[in-house]
């Protein structure tokens, strides 16, 4: 008998200490917050050494309750093992499968049950969650007029987006060029909605690509608009450049030696010169541009320049802008490539200077431009300095226009003593000649800028 009753209260103590264990551990995924036309309901659920038995999630708004998921009737929704006790649900959550949603404020409900105590006892979990419905897009507006862009040049566009929250800026065909407050532009009395995007038509893209302003809202909604442009084509020029066994053995090897990236390259361990200078010319090129991509993303979101650039002092110009190479070596056409900046001729080791005010992005070698300086001039412009002897900043050094920032040489991959001049836009390259252009900066940028002050 006592035997027996130590059982039952045994039994009873496990039966009433089943009672307080947790119930399955829930977390709600997507929405955290705001949510919009096109939104996503997903939830992560352990039933931690139980068996899960219900999950049952609903939507109340308003004194209704929507449904939203159900263990027993999953619907469309897709539900994943992603561990031996936990899943994950994932399903649509949109004006189409739940049109009963109005705008304003909501509550997510998630419960879900497991078994305790071999399946004796079953716990329950509760979870609300607060969101926002937000299913009115984002509303845009021109302010500025006259748009006309160069092939392979830049514009710029004052607009207005609604709300100020909203990331918004300028879709050209694939390519996307970001807006920034037009107080940090230089706009006077300009509210948080007001932005100002700088935006190019690259060389290699269509004539006819098209240009919208586009935004998207906190919530996920996305507006477009279109606004007046005019595109003026541009013709590219066309070169031949002998590639001589002296300028391979002078150029490849150094490049080879200081370029980590160049031995990322696939390349057979007895790759001859040429072959390893066709791997600089395509390979490491992009490899370069890639860098100089991620380098724009660290753009510094306020005007670091004012007034026209400044061209190397007494430089000339030996090539231009966009212009199509093609490479011979032994009389064979061996590659060819597009160059994408101002090659500018003065006498050796000059110095080379800042032109206009910014903050240092990049000093140090960089491949096929060897000792190179980028100058971050704020909202996604930058220049760059190329071939350089020597470099006299440092990254993160500000410098004013006119401040010298090294000496001209043959670093990289030069055939003689020069500076690469290039302008980018968010890494893009663009055509010099405009920055140079005192007329162009105040017809394209400053009196923008001024009326819409």
Known sequence: MLVLLAAVALGAGVYVGAGRAPGPAIEILEPTGLFGRTARFEISIDSTDGELTAVDAVIEQSGSTFPLFSLTAPGEAQVTQEAETRIRVTQPLTRDTH???????????????????????????????????????????????????????????????????????????????????????????????TRVALFALSHDQELNAPIRLVARDAAGNEAEAPFDYRVFPQRFRRSRLPVSDNFLRRVVPDIVARSDEFRTLPLPPDADL??????????????????????????????????????????????????????????????????????????????????????????GYLGIY??????????????????????????????????????????????????????LLHGWPVTPMEWWDPHWIEDRITRKLRAAS
């Not at 991620?294 to 802008?321: C, H, K, Y």
Request: net charge negative; charged share 20%.
């Open 99 to 193: 049109p009963e949603l109005q705008q304003g404020q909501a509550t997510i409900v998630v419960r879900a049950t497991r078994t305790v105590l071999f399946g004796l006892r079953e716990k329950q979990t509760t979870l609300r969650l607060d969101v926002e419905a937000r299913f009115d897009p984002p509303r845009l507006a021109v302010l500025s007029s006259f748009h006309y862009i160069n092939h392979g040049g830049a514009e710029l566009v004052v607009y207005r987006a609604t709300p100020a929250d909203a990331t918004s800026g300028v879709r050209v065909g694939d390519r996307y060029f970001p807006g920034y407050p037009a107080s940090a532009a230089g706009i006077d009395g300009a509210d948080a909605t």
């Open 274 to 363: 040429l072959a390893q200078y066709l791997a600089i010319n395509g390979g490491l090129r992009r490899l370069n541009r890639e860098r100089l991509i991620a380098l724009a993303a660290e753009t510094a979101t306020e005007r670091l320049w004012d007034g026209p650039f400044r061209q190397l002092g007494n430089s000339q110009v030996e090539s231009g802008f966009a212009d199509h190479r093609t490479y011979v070596h032994d009389g064979q056409e061996v590659d060819q490539q597009i160059h994408l900046g101002f090659d500018l001729a003065a006498t050796a080791n000059v110095p080379v200077l800042a032109s206009n005010a910014g903050r240092v992005a990049w000093a």
């Open 370 to 423: 060897g000792n190179c300086v980028i100058i971050d001039h704020g909202m996604g412009l930058q220049s760059l300095y190329a071939h350089l002897a020597s470099i006299a900043v440092d990254t993160g050094d500000t410098v004013a226009l006119g401040d010298e920032l090294g000496r001209s040489g043959t670093t990289g991959l030069a055939g003689g003593d020069h500076l690469h001049f290039a302008i």
